[in-house]
């Protein structure tokens, strides 16, 4: 059979017969990369429709990761033969955090956790650190035939993938880390989950952007995708779901890292808020994420400029945002804003949410005066 | 709204600013309607530095 080589995007896996400089569909410029054309092979058996009537409802249940932060934002639990794409900045802690719900979810099933980037020496030695059990099956592989045959012969109820950009399928021609790799092994391991009705984790890199690296597809084809955020100096991290088939995507997991992994915060208000909220400048907003009301405390400061044009400086929220704010003040307020360097601090980066916008103006007002 | 409201009780305060129309009933929890933000930063009264 003729081989065909074909170009492919790698940040959106566009695909092109010739090379180009920049790729007509994202913009991107010289992401375009040539790989061999492969067909994924279809299932051996073919499917039966059944009536929707007769679908076992049970599938629907949910099992509790332990860690309630997580099964917050998954929507309540893991349900049967969902694929769950975590994503975040390297060392934000998806790995302490998945290992931490292997050793939870190992008290109702066997769980295997595959890493194609730690050795089993390391896995253990974080596990130790975290005070975790050993009754996870370790898996240093990073063969995608091979960790989902061993799922099967050890039939195991949890499949957590450390990380999707180390795998490789022998289906696919091209290096581990390329679109056609990282496309045809979710692939796989989705269709292993919705085979066997297991429950897969499948960790995923980010870009410089933030954005998870690797096809856009990949976000298409998993069921529930999850951001990790937080600043690496700071000890707190957020956990967002951007795709969630069987919940909301307004929740909000909010963890702390600590020498002991990583802790849920169930009541994260308090942790917004700074002694000082009674100063000038501080305001307090409320914001409903999800099901949760959060407090989230908004600092301002504005200063005489002694440049031509104001300096302005933004935590926690778009500086554009922030200037567009100033201006509805500037116009409609009647404050004299454009001589002035303003500075805004988010806490917790919190203010994605439309509602809490007017906690910014609101700190603005008594500098202005 | 309801949850935010019980949600700044549960944290102590007070009073809040809510946007004119909103109404709550909540014990020890004083809810003060605001037209914008003008009146909101006008209403507040800060310590002096």
Same mark, same amino acid.
């Given at each position: 059979?003729?081989?065909?080589? @074909? /170009?492919?995007? $790698?940040?959106?896996?566009?695909?092109?017969?010739?090379?180009?400089?920049?790729?007509?569909?994202?913009?991107?410029?010289?992401?375009?990369?040539?790989?061999?054309?492969?067909?994924?092979?279809?299932?051996?058996?073919?499917?039966?429709?059944?009536?929707?009537?007769?679908?076992?409802?049970?599938?629907?249940?949910?099992?509790?990761?332990?860690?309630?932060?997580?099964?917050?934002?998954?929507?309540?639990?893991?349900?049967?033969?969902?694929? @769950?794409?975590?994503?975040?900045?390297?060392?934000?802690?998806?790995?302490?955090?998945?290992?931490?719900?292997?050793?939870?979810?190992?008290? @109702?099933?066997?769980?295997?956790?595959?890493?194609?980037?730690?050795?089993?020496?390391?896995?253990?030695?974080?596990?130790?650190?975290?005070?975790? $059990?050993?009754?996870?099956?370790?898996?240093?592989?990073?063969?995608?035939?091979?960790?989902?045959?061993?799922?099967?012969?050890?039939?195991?109820?949890?499949? +957590?993938?450390?990380?999707?950009?180390?795998?490789?399928?022998?289906?696919?021609?091209?290096?581990?880390?390329?679109?056609?790799? +990282?496309? $045809?092994?979710?692939?796989?391991?989705?269709?292993?989950?919705?085979?066997?009705?297991?429950?897969?984790?499948?960790?995923?890199?980010?870009?410089?952007?933030?954005?998870?690296?690797?096809?856009?597809?990949?976000?298409? +084809?998993?069921?529930?995708?999850?951001?990790?955020?937080?600043?690496?100096?700071?000890?707190?991290?957020?956990?967002?779901?951007?795709?969630?088939?069987?919940?909301?995507?307004?929740?909000?997991? @909010?963890?702390?890292?600590?020498?002991?992994?990583?802790?849920?915060?169930?009541?994260?208000?308090?942790? /917004?808020?700074?002694?000082?909220?009674?100063?000038?400048?501080?305001?307090?907003?409320?914001?409903?994420?999800?099901?949760?009301?959060?407090?989230?405390?908004?600092?301002?400061?504005?200063?005489?400029?002694?440049?031509?044009?104001?300096?302005?400086?933004?935590?926690?929220?778009?500086?554009?945002? /922030?200037?567009?704010?100033?201006?509805?003040?500037?116009?409609?307020?009647?404050?004299?804003?454009?001589?002035?360097?303003?500075?805004?601090?988010?806490?917790?980066?919190?203010?994605?949410?439309?509602?809490?916008?007017?906690?910014?103006?609101?700190?603005?007002?008594?500098?202005?005066? | 709204?309801?949850?935010?409201?019980?949600?700044?009780?549960?944290?102590?305060?007070?009073?809040?600013?809510?946007?004119?129309?909103?109404?709550?009933?909540?014990?020890?929890?004083?809810?003060?309607?605001?037209?914008?933000?003008?009146?909101?930063?006008?209403?507040?009264?800060?310590?002096?530095?």
């Amino acid at each position: 059979m003729k081989q065909k080589s @074909v /170009f492919v995007c $790698g940040e959106c896996g566009y695909e092109t017969p010739r090379w180009l400089g920049r790729c007509p569909q994202c913009g991107s410029w010289n992401t375009i990369v040539e790989e061999e054309r492969v067909s994924l092979k279809a299932p051996s058996a073919p499917s039966k429709a059944v009536p929707l009537k007769d679908v076992s409802a049970q599938a629907g249940q949910r099992t509790s990761t332990g860690i309630g932060e997580l099964d917050r934002v998954l929507g309540g639990g893991l349900t049967s033969g969902m694929t @769950v794409l975590i994503g975040g900045s390297p060392g934000i802690g998806k790995s302490t955090l998945l290992l931490q719900c292997a050793d939870h979810l190992s008290k @109702v099933g066997p769980v295997l956790y595959a890493s194609g980037e730690e050795s089993r020496h390391q896995i253990r030695l974080r596990a130790d650190r975290l005070g975790l $059990g050993g009754e996870v099956l370790l898996l240093c592989e990073n063969s995608v035939e091979s960790i989902l045959a061993e799922a099967e012969s050890r039939k195991v109820s949890f499949l +957590i993938v450390d990380s999707i950009q180390t795998m490789f399928t022998e289906d696919a021609p091209s290096s581990p880390g390329s679109v056609t790799q +990282i496309r $045809g092994s979710a692939a796989k391991f989705t269709r292993y989950a919705k085979e066997s009705g297991t429950p897969v984790f499948l960790v995923g890199h980010v870009t410089k952007e933030g954005a998870l690296a690797g096809p856009k597809v990949l976000e298409h +084809i998993v069921d529930t995708v999850l951001y990790f955020e937080g600043d690496r100096q700071e000890g707190l991290r957020l956990l967002r779901s951007e795709k969630n088939r069987f919940g909301s995507t307004n929740e909000l997991g @909010v963890f702390e890292m600590t020498d002991k992994g990583m802790a849920p915060v169930p009541d994260p208000s308090g942790l /917004f808020l700074s002694a000082a909220r009674t100063a000038p400048g501080c305001a307090v907003g409320c914001v409903l994420e999800g099901s949760r009301p959060l407090l989230a405390e908004v600092q301002a400061l504005l200063c005489p400029s002694v440049y031509g044009s104001p300096r302005r400086t933004a935590v926690g929220m778009d500086v554009p945002r /922030f200037n567009m704010l100033l201006a509805v003040l500037e116009r409609r307020a009647g404050l004299r804003l454009s001589d002035k360097d303003a500075y805004l601090s988010v806490a917790g980066s919190l203010l994605r949410r439309p509602s809490a916008r007017w906690a910014s103006p609101a700190t603005c007002g008594p500098w202005a005066r | 709204m309801n949850a935010r409201l019980k949600e700044c009780l549960r944290l102590g305060y007070t009073s809040v600013l809510v946007p004119e129309g909103v109404r709550g009933d909540l014990p020890g929890l004083r809810l003060v309607p605001i037209r914008n933000v003008l009146e909101a930063s006008s209403l507040v009264a800060y310590p002096a530095e």
